[in-house]
């Protein structure tokens, strides 16, 4: 079950530690790019960062794909 009140979609970012995808996330509706940017900022020394995860089928990396 789904804690998100939101319709799904694919996943906007991915979760990483060590460079390993280790899951999805859905962002914040508003302020994207600055949540990510305060995530990494905090958990970055830890190993874990988001990276965004671009949808077009031109621009999808195979390591980013939910």
Do not use: W
């Not at 319709?7 to 060590?18: H, Q």
């Not at 990494?40 to 794909?65: C, F, M, T, W």
């Amino acid at each position: 079950m789904s804690s998100s009140n939101r319709t799904t979609i694919p996943c906007e970012a991915a979760v990483y530690r060590n460079d390993h995808p280790v899951g999805p996330v859905r962002l914040p509706m508003k302020d994207q790019a600055a949540f990510i940017k305060e995530f990494n900022r905090l958990y970055r020394d830890a190993g874990i960062v988001i990276e965004p995860i671009e949808h077009s089928a031109a621009n999808r990396s195979p390591g980013k794909q939910c």
